[in-house]
Each structure stands twice: as C-alpha cells, then as structure tokens.
C-alpha cells in the first residue's frame, strides 16, 4: 500500500514545538510521507516568538510546484501564511480535489500575531472556501466572525456562519472555554458532531492546533472518513499532551513520537 502524501504549508518554528516541525513529526508519527512549502520563517521558543521573516510569495509557489510535480500529494495541510500575499499563492496553486485542512493560524501561544489583520478577509475569500476542513480555535472563530462565543452552543452557530464562507466542513476547538471538559463542535454537511474530553493540567500545549490539523489531514489523505480522522486525531493529540517531555520554561511541546515502538 502506498503511504499517504500531505503537503504541509506553514511556518517554520525554530523550537520544535509547533508549524512545520510539529507537522513533520505528525505526519510521520500517523504513517505519511511529510512534505513541506515553509510560508516563514520564526525565531521562537516555549517563552514566545521573537522574530518573524516571511518567505516570498514566488518562493512559495516553487516550493509547492516542486512537490506537486515529482512526488505528488495526498491531502494538503496549511498553517501559518502571514500576509494575503501568501494566501493567494497557495490558494492559487492548490490542484483541484485534494482534501485541504485549513488550520487559520492568527496568533501564537504566547500572544503573538502571526497574521496580519490585512490578511483576514484573503483568508476568508481566497482559502477557506478550498477547505475540506477550517480548524478555528475560539480566538480565531471569534477573529474570522466578529463575535464572542461563549458556550457550545455559540461554538454549532459560529461553525455554521464559518461554513457559509464556503468550507465543506468547520471544526471548532473549544480549548479556551473554561472547564475541565473540553468540546470540539464539528459542522458539516452530516450536521452536528460534538466531541467531548478532558483537559489535561498541564503547560505543556505548544503546538497543539498544528498536531490537531496535520494529524486530521493525514487521516484524510490515507482515506479515512472526516469524523473517522477526526477521532484519531484527538486520541493522539490527547496521548502527545499527556506524555509531554517538559522542555522549556513557558509553554513546553508534546510528545509526537508516541506512536514510535523501539525494538
């Protein structure tokens, strides 16, 4: 059986923890073949971000093209995109009928911005009408629609505004709600699913929407249902928090390599 292509386009994160790095390991911790278009590049650690340096929207492109035209794609993952510059390139170079999962990256753990708030209305226009799945967290529903969600019933209505921009499918992650349950609210064209599980104390999340979303478009490109790569996709985020390394002084990476036995 051959492996599973997902053609990630994101950020690179200097510390590991999150955008492309966390991709990579993601990808190869679930069976794919990670293949990679890095949109920025970010001098960042567990503490925060210190520096960003965008890559130029023709670079982009190549490095997409080069990867569609040789080893081909699977499904398509995308994160961190910075400007509507970038956003238009890889909305225009997607090929047609890849299952796409748009994780819209707007802001770091540590609070800063990794989208400019130009680029808001080309990601609504350009990109998340090509989503198989838009993978929002609350701050970013909340950014994309102009509005407080304050419950799961708030999260079912913003996925449904979310949708109407044209994606054929919304996750909305609930982590922010406060809680010890958690509630992911997916709606798509099957209707409402809810998703529940428990938080897990812990500092240690950096990078948790990059696993979420590259982990879901794995599932996708090796032919699991949305709701199928949906599920697996919780159960190993969950298990990478839970055994989590440590590492740093502020907000410390997952543990992707779990799924990895040593013989």
Do not use: W
């Not at 995308?78 to 510059?85: C, H, K, P, W």
């Not at 198989?132 to 419950?151: H, M, Q, S, V």
């Not at 992911?184 to 529940?196: M, R, T």
């Amino acid at each position: 059986m051959s492996i599973a292509r997902i053609l990630i386009c994101a950020g690179s994160d200097s510390g590991g923890g999150a955008g492309i790095q966390a991709d990579i390991k993601t990808v190869t911790a679930l069976g794919g073949y990670a293949m990679t278009a890095i949109t920025a590049l970010t001098a960042q650690n567990t503490l925060g971000v210190q520096a960003v340096v965008p890559v130029a929207p023709d670079f982009i492109r190549l490095q997409m093209q080069a990867v569609l035209d040789d080893l081909g794609a699977d499904a398509v993952k995308t994160g961190m995109l910075g400007n509507a510059e970038a956003i238009a390139t890889i909305a225009a170079t997607l090929p047609p009928g890849l299952p796409v999962v748009v994780d819209p990256v707007m802001v770091a753990k540590g609070g800063a911005p990794l989208l400019l708030e130009a680029a808001i209305g080309a990601l609504k226009q350009r990109l998340i009408p090509r989503a198989t799945l838009l993978t929002p967290n609350l701050p970013e529903a909340e950014a994309l629609l102009g509005g407080r969600i304050a419950d799961v019933a708030a999260m079912q209505a913003a996925g449904a505004a979310l949708r109407a921009l044209g994606a054929q499918a919304v996750l909305v992650k609930g982590g922010h709600l406060p809680g010890d349950t958690l509630y992911d609210v997916l709606v798509g064209p099957d209707g409402v699913e809810v998703f529940e599980g428990r938080r897990i104390p812990t500092r240690h999340t950096h990078g948790t929407g990059c696993t979420l979303a590259s982990a879901i478009a794995t599932g996708l490109g090796q032919g699991l249902g949305l709701s199928a790569a949906i599920i697996r996709a919780r159960a190993y985020l969950v298990e990478a928090i839970r055994t989590a390394p440590g590492l740093g002084n502020g907000h410390g990476p997952l543990n992707h390599a779990h799924t990895v036995r040593f013989s």
